[in-house]
């Protein structure tokens, strides 16, 4: 079975700090994501890498950065935490093309709360 | 850009009855995913329908997608207080390997 392993499940952090948040996956998938979920807005893509150094940016990147330097391994960076940053965040990954090939994994969920 | 709605926001349900969830999106897609996830946990994939199909099974699972709609249903037939939990639709749009989802449907299953 494919696994994503996030490293952290529970984080408190204090506001302005730097934040790590690691994602690893044991399926040689091409592609890897970050999400984040809020009550009420549902997940939102924060930033996606499709290969070993390239990233893209989702749908709300301000404030993070990520960094893919080996294919297993997908980073999320707050560089400086705020407290709106407080959140459920999801790693997920998948391969890339083919029919049915689609599919994204998910880790169990990393809940960080900035105070 | 694209965003999957899943109505009803919650839906409650006595074990044993069907559940049906319904997802819209805006444009154009390649296929549409169901996920699920219970709480505090994260997301696993359902199924997959492709956008030339239009009806798919798998267990007590059937979805359905209407194009010309631009809209999607998930049926959980004889649902069991196991099948609790949030329940996601995504949309992917042509080689794009991003997937949009929607807000999400609680379904509560009273035993």
């Known amino acids: 079975d494919v696994k994503v392993t996030q490293s952290s499940r529970y984080l408190v952090k204090r506001t302005g700090e730097k934040v790590f948040l690691e994602c690893v996956q044991d399926?040689?998938?091409?592609?890897m994501f970050w999400y984040r979920q809020d009550p009420g807005l549902g997940l939102r893509l924060i930033y996606f890498?499709?290969?070993?150094?390239?990233?893209e940016k989702g749908d709300i990147p301000e404030g993070y950065s990520v960094s893919r330097e080996k294919k297993e391994r997908f980073s999320l960076i707050l560089e400086s935490a705020s407290t709106n940053q407080t959140s459920m965040y999801l790693c997920?990954?998948?391969?890339?093309?083919?029919?049915?090939?689609?599919?994204?994994?998910f880790g169990e969920g990393s809940w960080l709360t900035v105070v | 850009s694209q965003q999957g709605e899943e109505d009803p926001q919650a839906l409650s349900i006595q074990e044993g009855e069907n559940a049906t969830m319904n997802c819209s999106y805006k444009?154009?897609?390649?296929?549409l995913q169901w996920y699920r996830q219970n709480s505090g946990r994260g997301l696993v994939h359902l199924i997959l329908?492709?956008?030339?199909?239009r009806e798919k099974h798998s267990g007590r699972l059937r979805v359905t997608l209407d194009t010309s709609k631009k809209s999607s249903s998930l049926l959980i037939t004889a649902s069991r207080a196991a099948d609790t939990a949030s329940y996601f639709c995504?949309?992917?749009?042509?080689?794009?390997?991003?997937?949009?989802f929607g807000k999400g449907t609680l379904l509560t299953v009273n035993p």
């Open positions: 997920a990954s998948s391969l890339t093309g083919g029919t049915g090939r689609n599919t994204i994994y």
């Open positions: 399926m040689d998938h091409e592609n």
């Open positions: 890498s499709y290969d070993v150094k390239m990233k």
């Open positions: 444009t154009s897609i390649n296929n």
């Open positions: 329908i492709r956008s030339n199909e």
């Open positions: 995504a949309s992917q749009k042509g080689s794009n390997y991003k997937l949009t």
